[in-house]
């Protein structure tokens, strides 16, 4: 994953600036802080403007990112291009004649905008209806490769690939908004969300 899909807000001055130099460096536009990975130490050198340099834990800035993600406040509806495939059907996966499992069979890619909402996902599809995600029945969520997956209550799996945004950003902002949707009809504290939801 690049650098800049795990740091998609400047962790330090909280804007929503970031820009990529290449896998392993992200840097502020508004800040002008440069951070660069460093993984055989696990740890992230960030660069000021003015010349200063430190080194913080991997984890701790991604913590200090997720802090930083005030647009959840301030956008009702957070709105991004993306790809949205379907799978609702399952194929069996052998191995010298023996069954071992099940894998999804994928829909076709549909392009479009998906938008997220206090209370649903939409996918407005550049031809054909719009497709819609009640928030309340969502049973399961992860991030995979650049995408965001979904188990509707419907049964199988929808993959949201975000283009010219973070994935990472997309699963913080959905989880967010499952959470605060679960609080609201009062079916308690998410605590897991894979592999499916969980309340305490």
Known sequence: MPLVDLI???????ADAMREENDR?????????VYEHIPERGRIRVEG???SVLEVDVEDLVAGTARADVGEVVAP?????????????????????TLIGFVESRGPALSGRLSLHHDRIDFKPDAGPALTWPLLGVRALQT?????????????????????????????????????????????????????????
């Open 144 to 200: 995979a490769s650049a995408s965001v997956q979904i188990s509707p209550l419907g049964g199988g799996v929808v993959t949201f690939r975000i283009l010219g945004d973070s994935p990472r950003r997309w699963e913080e902002l959905v989880r967010s908004r499952i959470r605060n949707a679960w609080r609201a009809a009062g079916r308690g504290e998410i605590v897991e969300f894979q592999p499916r939801i969980r309340t305490r």
């Open 25 to 33: 460096v992200a840097g502020c536009r508004a800040c002008a802080r």
């Open 49 to 51: 403007h003015d010349g």
């Open 77 to 97: 509806v957070v709105a991004v291009d993306a790809v949205v495939r379907v799978a609702r059907d399952e194929e069996s996966v052998t191995y010298r004649r």
């Open 8 to 14: 998609y807000r400047c962790p330090l001055c909280g």
